[in-house]
């Protein structure tokens, strides 16, 4: 089993930034994927960013140039760099790791407004 436990969300105004966190812990042995998705009140969860094990990373069109995934293997951490947030932007986001299953955060709450 893999846990996964986000933090970093919150009330930002439009043209800002957020970091946000992903702490894992378990299994993360098995994990060969690590993403971010999001999921707007009255809509379905989306992809957002990202990473696997090689490096290499890739981000929706609705976010490409304004968002980063990155992580640190020594703390077991995954993070999500936003800057130039739009209300649009406002959602749950999720962390999500893959491995022989799939494995789902809790979840933290950004919102854009001003």
């Known amino acids: 089993q893999v846990q996964l436990v986000e933090s970093g969300g919150g009330l930002v105004q439009p043209g800002g930034s957020l970091r946000l966190s992903c702490a894992a812990s378990?299994?993360?042995?098995?994990?060969?994927?690590m993403a971010w998705y999001r999921q707007a009140p009255g809509k379905q969860r989306e992809w957002v960013a990202i990473?696997?094990?090689?490096?290499?990373?890739n981000y929706a069109d609705s976010v490409k140039g304004r968002v980063t995934i990155s992580r640190d293997n020594a703390k077991n951490m995954v993070y999500l760099q936003m800057s130039s947030l739009r209300p649009e932007d406002t959602a749950v986001y999720f962390c999500n790791a893959v491995g022989n299953k799939n494995f789902w955060g809790q979840g933290t709450q950004v919102t854009v407004s001003s």
């Open positions: 990473l696997t094990n090689d490096g290499s990373t």
């Open positions: 378990g299994s993360i042995f098995s994990i060969n994927v």
